[in-house]
């Protein structure tokens, strides 16, 4: 019999995560993973927020929109 160490533990654990994630993947709201993954959010805040990173990413250098992305992920 084979026994799990911690580290398999861990590692089974993560492989189960990634699969669940891949299968959601046709369940997306967004193309923003970090919306989609985030259960508090109704599929109306998410694909809200959604078109305010679209519009961010469309008015604002890569480098100023993720700053700004990154705080309203942070801060919602």
Do not use: W
Not at 9 to 37: C, P, Q, R
């Amino acid at each position: 019999m084979y026994d799990l160490d911690d580290s398999d533990s861990v590692a089974s654990t993560d492989l189960l995560s990634k699969i669940s994630m891949l299968m959601n993947m046709g369940n997306n709201v967004t193309k923003y993973n970090i919306l989609n993954m985030n259960p508090k959010m109704t599929m109306e805040q998410k694909r809200t927020v959604a078109r305010v990173f679209d519009i961010l990413y469309a008015n604002y250098s890569k480098t100023k929109a993720n700053g700004i992305v990154q705080s309203i992920i942070e801060n919602f």
